[in-house]
């Protein structure tokens, strides 16, 4: 079992920027990545941001490629979202997620095992 806690989300002007904090605990050492994803109210959550354990490989959604950034501290079992220039379309409830897949489809949810709570965030205009 996998355990994640997301925190850092909140309210924030456009333009501004927050940081997402992903703690994981519990079985990580043979995960292949984490990842966020978003779900905006009324819409399918979507596929944000990934990055690997080992050789810190990421990969963005065009929506957010040059404004977000991913990153991981391994002694931490933390994944981290630095976002900025953020826009009033990025609300939503941002979730991170853990997985064992390394093909090409990881930004489908359905090749993350383990998901967390969710945190809200909500960019003002």
């Known amino acids: 079992q996998v355990q994640l806690v997301e925190s850092g989300g909140g309210l924030v002007q456009a333009g501004g920027s927050l940081r997402l904090s992903c703690a994981a605990s519990g079985r990580t050492f043979s995960s292949y990545g984490m990842g966020w994803f978003r779900q905006a109210p009324g819409k399918e959550r979507e596929f944000v941001a990934v990055i690997t354990w080992s050789g810190g490989n990421t990969y963005y959604a065009d929506s957010v490629k040059g404004r977000f950034t991913i990153s991981r501290d391994n002694a931490k079992n933390t994944v981290y979202l630095q976002m900025n220039s953020l826009k009033p379309e990025d609300t939503a409830v941002y979730y991170c997620?853990?997985?064992?897949?390394?093909?090409?489809?990881?930004?489908?949810?359905?090749?993350?095992?383990?998901w967390g709570q969710g945190t809200q965030v909500t960019v003002s205009s």
């Open positions: 997620a853990v997985t064992y897949y390394s093909g090409s489809y990881y930004y489908t949810e359905e090749k993350y095992n383990y």
